[in-house]
Structure formats: C-alpha cells, structure tokens
C-alpha cells in the first residue's frame, strides 16, 4: 500500500517536470518571437538581409541559399518590432514562410495564397469604359485585356507590386498595390495631352500593341483621325479603308471581307443585330460618331461567342454618357446636322446620353443621281446606365433610324432599323464575370410599286424582327487562362416580301418564323511562355417554321398549313500562336461557321435598299464555311507590318437565275440556285504609329470563284465582288497640337459585271444576248481623298471650355470618273445602246464640330 502510494507520488513529480520543461520550453519560443527588435534595412538580397536580422536579434536562421538566391527586400526600419512582425514583413510576397524548430527559425518555401485584382479601366474625363485595355504587372510578365465591358480580372501571388494600366491614346498609368486579399480596383485613365515617349514595357503574355491580338480595335479618336466624304465621320466607311475589306463601288456602305458576301457579315451595335446598316444606298452608314465608343472587328479568329455569320464580325459599341458632368455637342457639314447631350444621372454611378441627325440634302439641295434632293435621313440615339453597387451594373440603349428617299414621279423608298438592348453586369466574386442581354431588333422596308396613276399605288414591304435572350460568363482562371461559356436564343419573324395591308394577296411571298439557339465554350491559355492556344466550340441550331401560300380544302377555302425544318451544325475554332519576341507574333487559325439567314438579290448588288432575308428551310441549306489563315505580325517601337493568308471554301451559295423578279414574285425561292465558292488571298501591311507623320501602306491580291451547277452552263465564274488587286495608303501629318493633315488614296481592280455580247430586236425592243456570267470588268477604280483640321477652344465661364473643330477637305481630289453601273437602253431607236453612270467626281466640303 505505501509502495504504491510512492509510485504514484513519483509518477505525479515526473509529469509536472516533464510540463514544466515543455512549458518552459514554448515559454521560450514565444519569448524568441516576441524579441523586440531594432534594425534598418536597405534595398538589399533577402539572404543579406537575413544575415543582418540575425545578427541582430541574436537569432539562428536556417535556409537553403539556392532557394532565396534570386529574392530581393525593399528598405524597411523598425523600431522596437517583435521579431516575427519583421520576418512577416521581410518575406511578405517571396513565396517563403518560417518555422520555430527547436532554438532555430527554418525559412522555406510555402504555397503562396494567391489573390485577384479586378475592376473596370476608364477615361478619367467621363467615366468610359475602355476596351481591350490592358493591364501588367511587368515583374511577373504577366497581364490582361479589359473585355467588351472594360472589365478586368488577374489573379497573381501575394505580393507587393506595380500595375501598369495602358491604352492608346491614354498616358500610361502606375498603381503600387499591397496584395493580401482580393482587391477591386477601379482604373482611371488621362488622355495624353502631348505625343509622349513610347512606354517601354517587358515582355509580358498580353501586349498593349494591337497588332497582337485577334481582333482589330477603333476608338473614336482613330476614326476621326481619316479623310471622309463631306467631312461626315462614318464607322463603315473607316472600316473600308482597312486592308482586305472592300467597298465594290463608290457611295457604298457594303462591306466585302475576305471572299464574303456583303450578308455575310455580323454587324452588331450594343449586341443587336443591324440588318441594313446604310443610309441613302449606302452613301452613309447608320452609326452616327457622336454615340460610337469603340469598334472591334473579327477576321481571322472569331470566338465561339459570335455566330450566324460567315466572313467578319463587327461590334459597335455606343458611348455611355459622361458620369462626371454635362456636355452638349454637335456638329454641321454638308451632308448633316448633329447634336448631343450627355451627362450624369447620378455621379460616378450613373450616365446617359442622347444623340440626334439629321441630314441637309434637302436644305442644300445637293445632286445626285440616284436620288431626289429632297431626301431625308434621320438617326435617333440614346443610352443610360446606373450602376447599382460594386457588383451589379444595368444599361439601356436604343437606336432608331430611317431614310425617306423620293423619286422626280413622287415615288418612295421609306426605310429603317430600330434596336433596343438592356444588359445587367454582374461580378459573382473577383475572377467570374457574367453580362445577360435582352435585345430586340427591327429591320423593315416599303417601296412603292409601278401604277398608272397615284390612286393605285400600292407599297411592297419586307421586314426582320428579332427577340433575343443571351447570358455570357467569363471565368478569369489565372492570368494565362480565360474561360469564356454562354448560351443565346434569338426568335426571328421574316416576312421576304409582301403588299403592305394585304397579308393574303396572292402575290406575297410566304413568311418564316425561326428559332436560332447556341452553346458555347472557348478558353485561351498560354502553352509556355511563346505558345498561346485559343479554341472555341459552338453548338448551333435551328428550327425554322415557313408557312405554305394559296393552299385550300376541297371547298375553296384558305387553309394555315406550314413546313417545319430543323438544324443541328457544330462550330469548331481553333487558334494557335507563336511570340518569338514581345513584338512579333505567327499565327494559324481554323473557323467552322454556318449562316443559318441570307439576303436575296440580283446581280447588280449596288444601289438597293430592297433587301429581302430569307432563313434556311426545307429546301434552302444553312450556308457552310470553312476558312483557314497564317499570319505574322512584326512590331517594332513605332512601326508595324503584317502579312496574312487566307484560303476558304464556301457550301451553299446563293445566286438567283437570270432575269429573276423579287418582287411579286411568291416562288422566289424555287428560283434560288445553290453552289460553292473559293476565296483565297494574301494581305501586306506596312505601318508607321508614332511620330508627327503617321500611316499605313496596305496591298491584297485575292480572288473569289463560285460554281453553280444551274447558272453559267455549270462552269465556274468570279463573283460579283472578285476584286483581285487592291492598294491603300492612309496619312496622318500633326503640324502642331492643333492643327493635321489626313489623306487617304485608293486604287483597285474594276469589279466583274456581265455585258451582252449582242442584242435582237423584238417588238421595237433591243433584246441583249448573254454568254456568260461576269465575263467582263469595271475601269480601274482610284481616288485620292485629303482633308485638314485645326482644333481651338475658348472659356466660356469658369472652367468651362468650348472646343472647335474646323475641318477642310476634298473628295475624289483628282477627279476621277469612276463609273457606278452600267445603263443598258432597250429601245431600238436610241442609237446608244448602253451609257456609263459615274460617280461623285471632284467635291470640296467644309465642316464644323463643338463640344461644350
């Protein structure tokens, strides 16, 4: 019994020394940690630094020099700091973490956190977002293009660093960021004031220089920097003096890209679809300069987030506002009037702007040929915004436009686009991004038809509706790792053509109702440090639902009977690069898209508003193709050139017979024939982007065949918009801050048209004989534009400022007699038997722009 009372005694006296030793032995630990300490640091290698911490904390540190070799400290001083607040602060953001084992602190390498940094770049003016921004953090060669709505994410190590946010345009700008946590960060942008010095940047996996991406971006102030006809600043006109995209004719906003169709083009203007994008035929393209905040365009590599069309993707983007104070602006030439007024709902959280135009054809009475003077066109824009916190954001925007053309007869042409979109932007956390769009796009047309007097006149009228629904997400994974996934469906009603208030006349040609629905997916990814992969998967369908005319039971009566058709077609894209150097890039792009709509016209392309879209039925295949490109992209400090090929193969083409009629004609579709088509071509650009004297110097030879089996005897014949040779020049001289000079000069092969070969008399008329198709070419197209600007402003009161700019230019300068279209006579007692209709020849203008 006392035995074991002893042991237990004994056992009970071990414990309390073996927890008191460990007591004391933690005690210690806690007390080495908590040691104050005194030391200054200079910028310096962390192992120095380290050694000096040591000596003077009278400390043993423990570490592998080949580890911490390549790490470096900022200069630090401390006064009275625990030891272990000092090593927080010397290791904070090298990837290294430090342990107490036994009398020694190990320093190793740990798992860094790693955090994001997101948020919007802006114009500090006006709170505009800035597309394709860029920013870096050029330590850890790494960075990230702002997307379609300014937004930004890059997610990087903690750490201390310095973001470089830089735009053209824009004075670069530098933020140091202590990165802990996730961190928003709201970037605002200066404009330069003054031609500064190139920023030099190390290379990095997302280059500021555009010439290294995929699309093509515009701000306003690259398209005002161009010589335009009658001074008028036009989006389609500038993108006609790009290299590989052609106008087939003088006065033309059609957009031939690369082998494509004019409708083989997405044009887009805040997501909605714009089906006729001209006024006045195409003299001037319907986005007014005033509401344009950014362009980008596809031509190469179109991500999966875009379909329903086969050559190019265009994307305006209108102006929001200034959510910092009012302004009114506005603008006079001889083609038009403007104003707009723009300003905040509620400061820095919300803007709107509105637009007007107007043309002045009527009050200057100004001559052309094909059409009344007394024509009018007006353009309708406005915009709001209201962000609801610092994750939720909604827009609304709206463009109405129209164009009332007369004739000498008292005949019309009434014409004209209405768009509406409302968008919510939504950040779920710092690295996922979602925008959802509700769009709703109205295209219609009425033409007055032949009658013998005035009383009979009736009106043909066609017409697009479109309701769309889409959400689109954007997953930023890490800085070399972008994941982008979405779904659309978009209702179309068509209606091709029909008397206007007679939806049963038996002439009308049968209307569609269609649903087009897409799945999406894409990622661009960064394979190695000269390796970037961009790929993209789109899943298509459509269900189009036609309704069959003139059908009846057995006792006369109309019957509602409908064809119903549905198409399931993949869309792969792929794109893969190469970056030798930070300044040069070589890339190979495959895309697979459908066209699942197409517009109906006969051969003479040009001068028509009487655009009729018809859907892919049961016996009209969706359009197929398919495009291969190799590119090199070379861009030295100031300078740029850039080389592409091209090769495509088109499904499905087109082409209505000979002779065929549009209207009144309700089996226009039984008279459309389908073929193939090839395009290739090779692009030269040549450029120089800083400096008082700036421009391009730009080269394509391309050609474009179509074989269908029912038109020119089955064999292969060039396209109407087969334009083989093309040369473009632009120039920009900035004599001071105020006052340049532009010039632009084009020249070209003639287009293709077909020519009869003779003619036969019937009936007192020349009959022409036909052999084949666009056997025949147009003279040579060229024109030299030139225009100049000077820029003054005067205060007005207080702070306020008015700015003027005073614009002189000459269209056509040499005047050139470009011929539009061929007139062929078909009676038999005119001697001539065709006449030539040129175009605008030689044509001063002066123009004038403020902003209050």
């Given amino acids: 019994m006392f035995y074991q009372t002893n042991k237990r005694l004994s056992l009970l006296i071990v414990l309390f020394i073996l ?10 630990h806690k007390d080495q940690l908590d040691r104050l300490v ?62 107490l084992i036994g009398n020694d602190i190990v320093i190793s390498p740990r798992k860094s956190a790693v955090y994001s940094i997101h948020g919007h770049i802006k114009d500090s003016s006006n709170g505009e977002q800035l597309i394709g921004a860029t920013l870096q953090i050029s330590e850890l060669e790494v ?27 824009y004075e670069t700008k530098r933020i140091l960021i202590h990165l802990d946590k996730d961190l928003q960060q709201e970037i605002e942008l200066s404009l330069q004031e003054h031609k500064l010095k190139e920023v030099v940047i190390r290379n990095t996996r997302v280059n500021p220089n555009p010439i290294l991406l995929n699309e093509q971006n515009f701000g306003i102030k690259q398209l005002n920097n161009a010589a335009y006809y009658a001074g008028e600043t036009d989006v389609l006109k500038r993108l006609q003096m790009e290299n590989g995209i052609k106008a087939i004719t003088e006065g033309s906003s059609g957009l031939f890209v690369r082998g494509g169709n004019a409708d083989q083009n997405l044009i887009l203007l805040d997501e909605a679809i714009v089906y006729n994008p001209s006024h006045l035929y195409g003299l001037v393209s319907v986005f007014n300069s005033d509401a344009v905040n950014n362009l980008q365009v596809y031509r190469d590599y179109m991500p999966a987030n875009f379909g329903g069309r086969l050559s190019s993707v265009i994307v305006n983007r209108m102006t929001e506002g200034n959510n910092k104070e009012f302004h009114l602006s506005g603008g006079l030439n001889l083609m038009s009037a403007r104003a707009a007024i723009e300003g905040p709902l509620v400061r820095d959280k919300g803007s709107f702007i509105v637009a007007y135009r107007r043309s002045l054809l009527d ?99 066609t017409a697009v509706k479109d309701l769309t629904l889409k959400a689109d997400y954007t997953y930023y994974r890490s800085p070399t790792n972008q994941i982008k996934f979405g779904i659309s469906g978009i209702y179309h009603q068509f209606r091709p053509g029909e008397i206007f208030k007679q939806e049963e006349f038996e002439f009308n040609i049968a209307r569609d109702r269609s649903f087009e629905s897409a799945l999406y997916f894409s990622q661009q990814i960064a394979l190695s440090r000269s390796f970037e992969l961009n790929y993209g998967l789109r899943l298509g369908s459509f269900y189009n639902t036609q309704e069959r005319l003139n059908v009846f039971d057995e006792q006369g009566n109309r019957l509602e009977t409908y064809e119903h058709k549905f198409y399931f077609r993949p869309e792969p894209r792929i794109n893969i690069s190469y970056l030798p150097t930070a300044e040069q890039r070589i890339f190979a792009t495959y895309n697979l898209n459908f066209q699942y709509q197409q517009l109906i016209q006969n051969s003479t392309l040009a001068f028509s508003s009487l655009e009729p879209w018809i859907p892919a039925s ?71 982007t800083t400096g008082q004297l700036s421009g391009s110097l730009a080269y394509t030879y391309s050609k474009v065949f179509r074989t269908i089996p029912a038109l020119n005897f089955g064999n292969r014949f060039v396209a109407n918009y087969d334009i083989p040779h093309e040369l473009k020049m632009s120039l920009k001289y900035e004599l001071s801050t105020a006052f340049s000079f532009q010039s632009f000069f084009t020249w070209s092969t003639g287009r293709p048209l077909t020519l009869p070969v003779g003619y036969y008399q019937h009936d007192g008329l020349n009959v022409p004989i036909y052999e084949g198709r666009n056997t025949s070419r147009f003279p040579d197209f060229s024109r030299l534009d030139l225009s100049a600007h000077y820029q003054f402003r005067n205060r007005v009161a207080g702070r306020r400022f008015v700015s003027h700019t005073i614009s002189l230019g000459a269209y056509n300068l040499y005047n050139r007699k470009n011929p539009l279209y061929y007139h062929l006579n078909s009676s038999s007692f005119e001697p001539r038997q065709s006449t030539t209709e040129y175009g605008f020849g030689f044509y001063p203008w002066i123009a004038y722009s403020f902003k209050i």
Avoid: C, M
């Fill in 143 to 169: 960075g990230v293009n702002t997307n379609q709505y300014g937004f930004y994410s890059l997610s990087v190590p903690e750490g201390n660093y310095q973001l470089l946010a830089v735009y053209p345009g």
């Fill in 363 to 461: 009050v200057f009475q100004s001559k052309f040929k094909l059409f009344n003077p007394n024509s009018v066109y007006y353009d309708l824009n406005a915009k709001a915004n209201y962000k609801i916190n610092k994750d939720n954001s909604v827009f609304y925007s709206v463009y109405l436009g129209k164009d009332h053309l007369l004739s000498e007869n008292s005949y019309t042409n009434n014409w004209g686009n209405l768009t509406s979109t409302l968008r919510w932007n939504h950040i779920f956390n710092s690295r996922v991004f979602l925008n959802v769009s509700a769009i709703y796009s109205n295209y219609s047309n009425l033409l007055d038809l032949n009658a013998d007097t005035l009383s009979q006149k009736s009106q043909w009228s």
């Fill in 38 to 99: 005194t030391i200054n640091f200079a910028p310096d290698s962390l192992i120095r630094s380290l050694r000096k911490l040591e000596i003077h904390s009278h400390t043993s540190f423990a570490f592998d020099p080949d580890q911490l070799r390549d790490k470096r400290t900022t200069g630090f001083r401390f006064t009275q700091t625990p030891l272990g607040t000092v090593l927080d602060r010397l290791l904070f953001g090298s990837g290294l973490s430090y342990q």
């Fill in 618 to 688: 049961k016996n009209i295949k969706p359009q197929r193709a398919n495009q291969l490109a190799l590119g090199y992209r070379y861009s030295p400090s100031g300078y740029s050139f850039s080389t592409s090929a091209y090769y495509k193969r088109l499904a499905n083409q087109l082409d209505l017979t000979g002779h065929a009629q549009i209207i009144g004609n309700p089996g226009i579709r039984e008279q459309l024939r389908s073929g193939k088509s090839k395009a290739y071509g090779l692009e030269f650009e040549l450029s120089k």
């Fill in 19 to 28: 927890l008191g030793a460990s007591h004391k032995a933690l005690a210690q």
